[in-house]
């Protein structure tokens, strides 16, 4: 009985373990904007403010990077900063659905 109830515990721990590296989703972002992106703002779509800047260097138009979301949320808005001084915000793109955003001038195109 000890090992059936320690071979459940295991099983139950090793699959939470796998949801939860299942769950995380890398998505690849363009700027395709036409200006230098100089900070990028992502958040859960259901809050009100800002999380961190993601960027780690200024993207110029045409590039690129990957971006980690830890799955707990589907719908997320992007705020990107450019360095004219502009800003322009992104709204309720789903990261479960895509794995490439190309944020545009006139918004957002999404590619599996």
């Known amino acids: 009985m000890k090992r059936f109830f320690a071979l459940t515990f295991f099983l139950l721990m090793w699959m939470m373990l796998f949801v939860n590296q299942a769950s995380a989703q890398t998505v690849t972002v363009e700027n395709n904007t036409g200006s ?5 703002f992502i958040s859960n779509a259901d809050t009100n403010s800002w999380d961190d800047n993601v960027l780690k260097k ?11 979301f830890n799955g707990k949320f589907a719908i997320y808005d992007l705020l990107a900063v450019f360095d004219n001084g502009q800003e322009r915000p992104y709204y309720g ?7 490439y955003i190309r944020l545009n001038n006139n918004g957002v195109e999404t590619h599996k």
């Open 58 to 68: 200024n993207l110029a138009p045409g590039e690129s990077f990957n971006v980690t």
């Open 93 to 99: 793109i789903n990261v479960r659905q895509f794995s």
């Open 36 to 40: 230098g992106m100089t900070k990028l």
